[in-house]
């Protein structure tokens, strides 16, 4: 399994920042992903899920309706639209593979809010 992320960057208070994942060394298609953040001195949480077909979504409740999960299978990538970015948003993002077992994470894509 190969996760490069990319997409972040430092963002002032309410704006907004669009993440990708490319994955690589499995059947992409037939597995869910997700996108977790790891803050600085915290566990990493997951975020938000998208069931294999991209379809069905869900997420963490402190992004509901500010961020939006979705994916392309051919082009073996998931993305994270976030809007209306908070300072608790700041973090390194990390996607992964739902139900896969052991995997490397990739470097994560670091998000920055503050004004």
């Known amino acids: 399994v190969q996760l490069v992320e990319s997409g972040g960057g430092l963002v002032q208070p309410g704006g907004s920042l669009r993440l990708s994942c490319v994955a690589s060394g499995f059947s992409f298609s037939s597995y869910a992903m997700s996108w977790y953040r790891q803050a600085p001195g915290k566990e990493r949480e997951w975020v938000a899920i998208i069931l294999s077909g991209g379809i069905t979504t869900n997420y963490l409740d402190s992004v509901k309706g500010r961020f939006t999960m979705s994916r392309d299978n051919a082009k073996n990538t998931v993305f994270l639209q976030m809007n209306s970015l908070k300072p608790e948003d700041t973090a390194k993002y990390y996607c992964?593979?739902?139900?896969?077992?052991?995997?490397?994470w990739g470097q994560g894509t670091q998000v920055t809010v503050s004004s």
């Open positions: 992964g593979p739902n139900n896969y077992g052991r995997f490397n």
